[in-house]
């Protein structure tokens, strides 16, 4: 992240809600415009109720990364608190608010006494709704299934709703509430409050999701949504807009409130006093309200839409390009939607359907689907509005001229349906696709066969399927165990161990790797563009192993919570393995005595370096070479099949096998470099390099001087050799023991496609 820009950090209840996105791009678009870094930490709830027994018992340790910013590395914070203290009570999420007391903040979707918010007015959506049902439908009979106590939203929306009832003269009975939650499965309150409520005509939903489990019970029940029981909800969220029925709803686009978050935040930062700021909400009216279509009347019921104005009726249709910052696909679409609506206003003047007309309405609504325009319209809308442009167009049509219209609109509706189709269908082809990328990022990510640096960097080996060119991976140097209610406090170090900048994967040298906390975001490692960022904790059960920085792009949106979970696991593989060998070392030094004793005898077989000299000679041609400012060339190289060679030749033959491979290495390092015996049939070479392919020349030369050997041998048998090669750059102060380990990991890879075929075939004569 660029250090000279200010950074805003967003505290949000996960990422793959559509309402969290929505907001989370609104706060996006936002940043991009006022030239601000944005970090995304996507938490849970505060305080909701887990057990060990839960379904998913540990997501308290995404909270684990809302204590990665403060003062010191942030600029400004906006905190969703109205769904991350939808399960606290007041004190303990002005608790939580209290830690970061000196950041200049703003809170969204909430309102607290002494913060400054930005929030809908949830009043004046529901009042026009419960009027709706009222005095255009004759509702008489209400229900309500509202949200959690703790939520501040779902308090003022529930509030509303029981003000107004009072005002007309309905009564509310206990058995006419039920509380839903804010995002989980709710069918079964659902359900319980149709058996509890059998009468009932009309229903608000606090929000969009417990409104379409409602609907899905009306439906199990032989019941339509919109006929037998009227029903909307809060949110206008595109699930519901493409249900069926579509659902009403009232419009707070959340990407609106993230726009205005930032604007209110860019003033707090720069010292200056702000007020709460209040958004107006929309009804949008759809069939779940039992909407009359031979009334044909726009949302608030007071007029055509055929009567709107082209930009009025642009914005009802395509209402959800509306903070995308989308410009140029909306522009697009304007552009043809405008020309057919030129057509159609021209057509209504006119009093035949002749060829002329016709052919002008049939090419401009083809270009106007062509432009992907139903991909982000609502159908509904889009449908109703040609309706009443049909109706319009043929008032003053004799009836031939009416059927010919009729014909040229039905095309029209086939059209759109077709194109609804086939949107479903390439998201269809795209989840199947995903899915399949998913199995190898698994795969990829997975491919760890040591405790070591090297393998950290595996982690982020596979990042292309989500779009991700940055990402940074913070791990602690043992993992910080965090108990269900314990406050979780992270060390004031963490270490860095690999990155991805613009798509090029590094792994960082021990010596670089301490960060401070302060340093989080703002490192020499860190990009230096304008970022848009997201913070993903790494945990397993209690224990947490530190977290992963990455670029927020459309993909990460949907694959967060996967991504945390493959990463997360295979982070604590990896301190497994480290565990595990540390314990190996332990042993390996115990039978110290022995190892030297075979070392003696490596001079005498091989004529080369033991491994103590080897390490001592390796390290100073290491250093030389840092002094030098020359590359270096690292590598293990293990003789294949020695064991076979023993067995069917004898180890005499084993032991001639052994020298031929020190000669070989002897004769292609030269005056370059030092070798030495590791133990039996294993080696290890460091050798100035000057090559720019990271060594894979030198591993060819290498590999073609065994083949050559073996095409003279007479030997009954081939040697051949598996090698795990490290280029260290100069620049980077690698260790000798980080580039032995790293070579190790690759040698081990290398071994796994050694040469079968070890003994030679003989020909009888």
């Known amino acids: 992240m660029n250090r000279d820009k200010l950074t805003v950090a967003l505290l949000v209840t996960g990422l793959n809600d559509s309402y969290t996105e929505a907001l989370v791009k609104g706060v996006n678009l936002a940043c991009i415009e006022s030239d601000y870094n944005l970090l995304v930490l996507p938490g849970s709830y505060i305080e909701r109720e887990v057990t060990e027994n839960s379904l998913s018992p540990f997501d308290y340790q995404y909270n684990t990364i809302f204590s990665y910013v403060n003062e010191s590395n942030i600029s400004g914070l906006i905190v969703a608190a109205g769904s991350i203290g939808a399960y606290a009570d007041k004190s303990l999420m002005l608790d939580f608010l209290a830690q970061f007391k000196e ?33 255009t439908c004759g509702c008489k009979k209400f229900g309500v299934l509202k949200g959690p106590d703790g939520n501040t939203d779902a308090i003022e929306r529930f509030n509303a709703y029981m003000k107004y009832m009072l005002k007309r003269g309905i009564e509310i009975s206990k058995e006419n509430i039920a509380e ?19 009468d009932i005509e009309a229903v608000f939903c606090f929000n969009d999701y417990s409104a379409l489990d409602l609907c ?19 949110d206008n969220t595109i699930q519901g807009a493409r249900a069926n029925p579509p659902l009403a709803s009232i419009a707070a686009d959340p990407t609106v409130i993230g726009r205005q978050a930032v604007k209110s935040l860019g003033h707090r930062m720069a010292g200056n006093k702000i007020e709460s700021t209040y958004l107006p909400a929309e009804l949008v009216v759809r069939d779940t309200m039992g909407k009359v279509r031979t009334e044909l009347q726009s949302s608030d019921g007071k007029k055509l839409i055929a009567d709107m104005d082209v930009d009025e009726a642009f914005d009802y249709i395509f209402y959800r390009y509306r903070g995308t910052g989308e410009d140029e696909a909306k522009n697009r679409i304007y552009d043809k939607f405008v020309d057919l609506v030129t057509c159609m206003v021209d057509a209504s003047k006119a009093e035949h359907a002749t060829d ?246 490596d001079l005498v077989v091989t004529g ?49 096998a ?79 023991d980080e580039c032995l380990t790293e070579a190790d990991t690759k040698l081990y890879v290398a071994k796994q496609a050694k040469p079968r075929k070890v003994i030679k075939e003989t020909i009888n004569r």
């Not at 809170?107 to 049902?133: P, Q, R, T, W």
């Not at 899905?216 to 809060?234: C, L, Q, R």
């Not at 041609?621 to 030749?649: E, G, M, P, Q, R």
């Open 216 to 234: 899905d019970e009306i439906k199990a029940i032989g019941k339509t949504p919109g006929d037998e029981i009227k029903v909307f909800g809060y």
């Open 608 to 656: 080369i370096l033991n491994k103590d000299e080897f390490i001592i000679k390796a390290e100073e041609l290491l250093n030389a070479n840092k002094a030098s400012k020359d590359d270096s060339l690292v590598a293990y190289v293990d003789l294949n099949s020695l064991k076979l060679i023993n067995d069917k030749f004898g180890h005499t033959a084993g032991d001639a």
């Open 356 to 601: 002329d007309i016709v052919n002008d309405i049939e090419s401009a609504f083809v270009d106007f689907i062509n432009s992907d325009a139903v991909n982000k319209a609502d159908a509904d809308h889009l449908v109703t509005y040609l309706e009443q442009m049909q109706s319009s167009i043929v008032y003053n049509m004799g009836v031939d001229d009416e059927v010919i219209m009729q014909s040229v609109f039905q095309n029209f509706f086939r059209r759109i349906l077709r194109a609804v189709a086939q949107d479903y269908s390439r998201y269809s082809d795209m989840t199947r696709a995903n899915n399949n990328m998913m199995r190898l990022f698994v795969k990829e990510t997975s491919k760890v066969y040591h405790g070591n640096d090297y393998s950290y960097g595996t982690m982020l080996s596979y990042l292309d399927w989500l779009n991700v060119k940055n990402a940074y991976l913070y791990i602690y140097d043992n993992p910080i165990t965090h108990a269900i209610g314990d406050v979780f406090e992270p060390y004031d170090d963490i270490r860095i161990k690999a990155y991805v900048k613009d798509g090029s994967l590094e792994r960082v040298p021990k010596s670089h790797q301490t960060v401070k906390i302060y340093d989080l975001y703002n490192n020499d490692f860190m990009s230096s563009n304008r970022d848009t960022m997201v913070v993903l904790p790494l945990f397993y059960d209690r224990f947490v192993y530190g977290f992963i920085i990455m670029d927020l792009t459309d993909e990460v949106y949907k694959q967060s919570d996967f991504v945390v979970h493959q990463l997360s696991s295979v982070a604590r593989i990896i301190s497994m393995m480290r565990l595990n060998e540390q314990i190996t070392t332990n042993l390996e030094t115990e039978n110290k005595a022995l190892e030297e004793q075979i070392n003696q005898e």
């Open 180 to 198: 839903v939650s804010l995002s989980d499965d709710n069918h079964q309150v659902c359900k319980q409050f149709l058996i509890d409520n059998p």
């Open 103 to 135: 950041v200049p903040k703003v809170l969204v979707s909430s309102d607290y006494e002494g913060f400054e918010c930005v929030n809908y007015d949830n009043e004046n959506g529901i009042v026009a709704g419960l009027e709706y049902l009222i005095d």
């Open 658 to 736: 052994i020298k031929t491979v020190a000669d070989i290495l002897k004769e292609n390092i030269g005056d370059h470099g030092v070798i030495g015996r590791i133990c039996g049939d294993e080696f290890a070479i460091i050798l100035s390099y000057s090559g720019d392919d990271n060594g894979l020349s030198f591993v060819k030369q290498v590999k073609q001087a065994f083949a050559v050997y073996n095409l003279k041998s007479d030997k009954p048998f081939n040697i051949t050799v598996s090698i795990g090669e490290m280029f260290a750059n100069h620049e980077y102060d690698w260790s000798l």
